[in-house]
């Protein structure tokens, strides 16, 4: 047992006029949790590389229902979702953590409700073991409860979060995505910003047999925000979840799946590209568990790193004994770009069955020599050869995007953030 | 003294795992506008050496000598301004581009050498018109154009690809380095033709090749015989032919 070396709750300050607030029992537990446990610190191994310090700095207050709609549509604008690819979308747009019918355009094909009307709480979740699950469920108040009926395809949906406060927020919505037997939904979360802000949500997945669950995340966050994603996903026999998150902004960033191949035959892709600069620390952790026999987990992570600007990588796939011809593959890259920025990586894999396949790797390198000087010798000048190297590193891990809309608007939406000068 | 191209004492070396090593030690070689030369060697004599330096390649440090093309200092501009310039490498291995889109690639080249030269940029229609024209010129595959650059391209789709670039980027003196090696002889005449086709009192070439049979395609004005990293015999094309038969034995002795 580690002592107790200062008291958890400090460092729940910045929520603590909230936590104090809450009655309902069904929130009591995670509180307790919460109070146990305190937010992790980099003594917790699972946040070794990734500090939380963030939010000591600032209380931060629950958002008001009150938004400023012209400034939530020039932020729509922005992120380039009122015109080309996105524009026709279906789309469920929350500001502050809060359904905004009037900036939505809700999907026909597919169950909605919203956690704000329910209240309820998925299973797939552990407020117990990961304090920021905890911290979402005393404190959610919205969020997308979207079902895909069996044998629907639902073809796609947009769930758009835009952070825009005045005064520095927290906002902790709670989404659950449920694809029904062999029904199909391709998801497509955008989350923008301005100021500063914690979107801290938290998103219960499951994948019924035979169903195909596409999910991109495409995280352009304010300069400013902290953006502390879990994901808890559930694939049944023959399912399949096929994720992929782009991470562009925030200070902080972390999003972390936690994914489950339940039943026979299951597939599961964790993929991920981020570029970050100056300050700004992005993680990508994942916890695949092969729970039942022949199943499939594949996971490329690509980091491109400037200025100060550090990548943390934390990939663990376990196995179970019961999981006989596992196939898992995982590849963590990185591309730096600066010589004070970092890469920290950990894979871990965790195996107890005997037949398996599972392999790993990650590279970390400077762009390549020959490659700037075979595109400088062509007339390109230095400093547009080095964006046409960092985009092609990161053009290939989107291209692990199935869904070829969700892939365009994941490029545009790195273009919007990181221009490429002078041509293409 | 030409005003086009004037190699002169030229000396460059290379740090090789911490080595100095001596690669260039004094060339001296002029190609007059509207000429193509030929360099040929034995290995290592510091042919393909001579190409990176004059199309600035970093991890050569020139040591000696001066490089003047069109009345400028070659070896103060960067690679880029090189190109601008007018001056084309073809790569002996072309190098491959990961996710880059071979008519992006072509289309941006052609476009910073086109604004560095004060000439219209070409939108991607145009583009694509020329391109696609040249490409088939050089028979090459239509759909080399939408696949990444040298990316899983054969040894021949690679040099065609490297003629490709030439044929569009409009260079006023090309570098031809081994762009014959892993050719047959119907791609051999495909990208001679290519090379061809360029010829014309504003271009000048000059081809470095083991092979005296790319010359009977590409016809040379001079052939330079290189060993050591200096230039040790120059003569006419019916050099090619003596160094087919005879080898380089003789002018090595000569030059000892």
Request: proline share 5%; charged share 25%; glycine share 8%.
């Amino acid at each position: 047992m580690n002592a107790i070396i200062k008291q958890p709750s400090a460092t729940l300050v910045p929520f603590k006029a909230r936590l104090d607030a809450i009655t309902d029992p069904a929130r009591k537990a995670a509180l307790g949790a919460l109070h146990r446990s305190g937010l992790p610190d980099r003594r917790v191994e699972a946040w070794k590389y990734t500090s939380l310090r963030f939010l000591n700095e600032t209380p931060l207050v629950a958002p008001s229902e009150e938004f400023d709609a012209e400034k939530a549509r020039a932020e729509l604008d922005r992120l380039g979702l009122t015109a080309g690819d996105g524009a026709d979308l279906p789309r469920l747009v929350f500001v502050n953590g809060r359904y905004a019918p009037d900036l939505s355009v809700p999907p026909q094909n597919v169950g909605l409700s919203f956690f704000g009307k329910t209240e309820a709480f998925g299973t797939l979740s552990s407020p117990d073991r990961d304090a920021l699950t905890a911290l979402n469920a005393a404190l959610a108040t919205d969020g997308a409860e979207i079902t895909v009926a069996a044998g629907v395809d639902a073809g796609r949906v947009l769930l758009v979060s835009l952070g825009l406060a005045d005064a520095p927020v927290s906002f902790h919505p709670r989404h659950s995505v449920t694809v029904e037997e062999g029904a199909r939904l391709s998801l497509i979360c955008v989350q923008g910003g301005q100021g500063r802000y914690l979107h801290n949500p938290v998103m219960e997945l499951s994948v019924a047999a035979n169903a195909t669950l596409n999910h991109v995340t495409i995280q352009t966050e304010s300069d400013d925000a902290a953006c502390l994603a879990t994901l808890y996903a559930q694939i049944e026999e023959r399912g399949s979840y096929d994720s992929f998150v782009l991470g562009l902004g925030a200070a902080l960033s972390r999003h972390e799946v936690h994914a489950r191949l339940n039943a026979p035959h299951a597939e599961v892709h964790v993929n991920g590209a981020q570029r970050l600069l100056g300050r700004q620390v992005g993680d990508v952790t994942s916890v695949i568990t092969h729970a039942a026999p022949d199943c499939r987990s594949r996971q490329t992570v690509r980091n491109v790193l400037d200025g100060q600007s550090r990548g943390v990588f934390q990939g663990k796939v376990l196995v179970e004994r019961i999981a006989q011809k596992t196939d898992g593959y995982q590849m963590n890259q990185a591309l730096l770009l600066s010589e004070q920025a970092e890469i920290d990586a950990k894979p871990e894999l965790e195996i107890y069955a005997d037949d398996v396949k599972c392999s790993h790797g990650a590279t970390v390198g400077a762009l390549d020599d020959e490659q700037m000087f075979y595109l400088r010798s062509r007339g390109v000048p230095e400093a547009e050869a080095r964006q046409i190297l960092i985009h092609a590193f990161l053009a290939e891990a989107l291209a692990l995007i199935p869904d070829a809309v969700a892939q365009t608007l994941a490029a545009h939406i790195m273009e919007i953030r990181f221009p490429v000068t002078g041509e293409e | 003294m030409t005003q086009f191209l004037d190699i002169s004492g030229l000396c460059a070396r290379i740090d090789a795992d911490g080595q100095e090593k001596e690669i260039l030690r004094g060339v001296d070689l002029s190609i007059p506008p509207g000429e193509v030369h030929a360099i040929m060697g034995p290995n290592g004599s510091g042919k393909s050496t001579l190409s990176y330096v004059l199309a600035g390649r970093e991890d050569y440090e020139v040591t000696a000598g001066s490089v003047t093309f069109q009345g400028k200092d070659l070896l103060e501009m960067e690679p880029e301004e090189r190109a601008a310039a007018g001056l084309f490498l073809a790569f002996q291995s072309p190098i491959e581009l990961p996710g880059v889109n071979n008519a992006n690639f072509l289309r941006t080249a052609v476009n910073a050498v086109r604004r560095a030269r004060g000439q219209e940029e070409l939108d991607a229609v145009a583009f694509l018109k020329t391109a696609r024209e040249a490409a088939k010129a050089l028979s090459m595959a239509p759909d080399m154009l939408k696949r990444n650059v040298n990316v899983g391209f054969s040894g021949g789709e690679k040099k065609r690809n490297e003629v490709l670039q030439m044929t569009l980027l409009q260079p006023s003196f090309a570098i031809l380095d081994e762009t014959d090696s892993g050719l047959d002889v119907d791609a051999l005449r495909i990208v001679a033709e290519g090379v061809n086709r360029l010829r014309s009192p504003d271009f000048s070439a000059l081809v470095i090749t083991h092979h005296q049979r790319l010359l009977d395609y590409l016809v040379p004005d001079r052939i330079h015989v290189m060993a050591k990293g200096r230039i040790i015999h120059s003569g006419g094309p019916e050099l090619a032919k003596q160094i087919d038969s005879e080898g380089y034995t003789r002018f090595l002795a000569e030059a000892a």
